[in-house]
């Protein structure tokens, strides 16, 4: 059986593009599209229009997702169990 390359088409880019403006997260994008995150970085790196258009999914998911998600936890905090030598002691109250 013959090796059968995976191609980059423009539904797989948009499909890498839209997660990873939901997440800004290569490694789930990449998943996604069934690649590995090495081949979405070499990608980037030989097509100047697709850098471009990573770069505003970050910005969109920094906008929309981490930047809200950071502002309420600063906020409202974040309850996390308590641990001493490895055992709960505390949980947090809701």
């Known amino acids: 059986m013959a090796f059968k390359a995976r ?4 539904q797989v880019q948009e499909t890498f593009l839209a ?3 939901e997440c800004a997260n ?3 994008a990449a998943r996604r599209i069934r690649r590995s995150p090495t ?3 070499a990608h980037r790196k030989r097509d ?4 471009e258009a990573w770069d505003r999914a970050i910005e969109t998911a920094m906008d929309t997702v981490l930047e809200p998600e950071a502002i309420r936890r600063a906020v409202d ?3 996390k169990p308590v641990y001493h030598q490895g055992q709960v002691v ?5």
Not at 7 to 10: I, L, Q, V, Y
Request: charged share 15%.
């Open 7 to 10: 191609t980059w088409t423009p």
């Open 19 to 21: 997660v990873l403006a």
């Open 26 to 28: 290569v490694r789930k």
């Open 39 to 41: 081949t979405c970085y």
């Open 48 to 51: 100047a229009a697709f850098a």
């Open 77 to 79: 905090g974040v309850e």
């Open 90 to 94: 505390c949980m947090p109250s809701k």
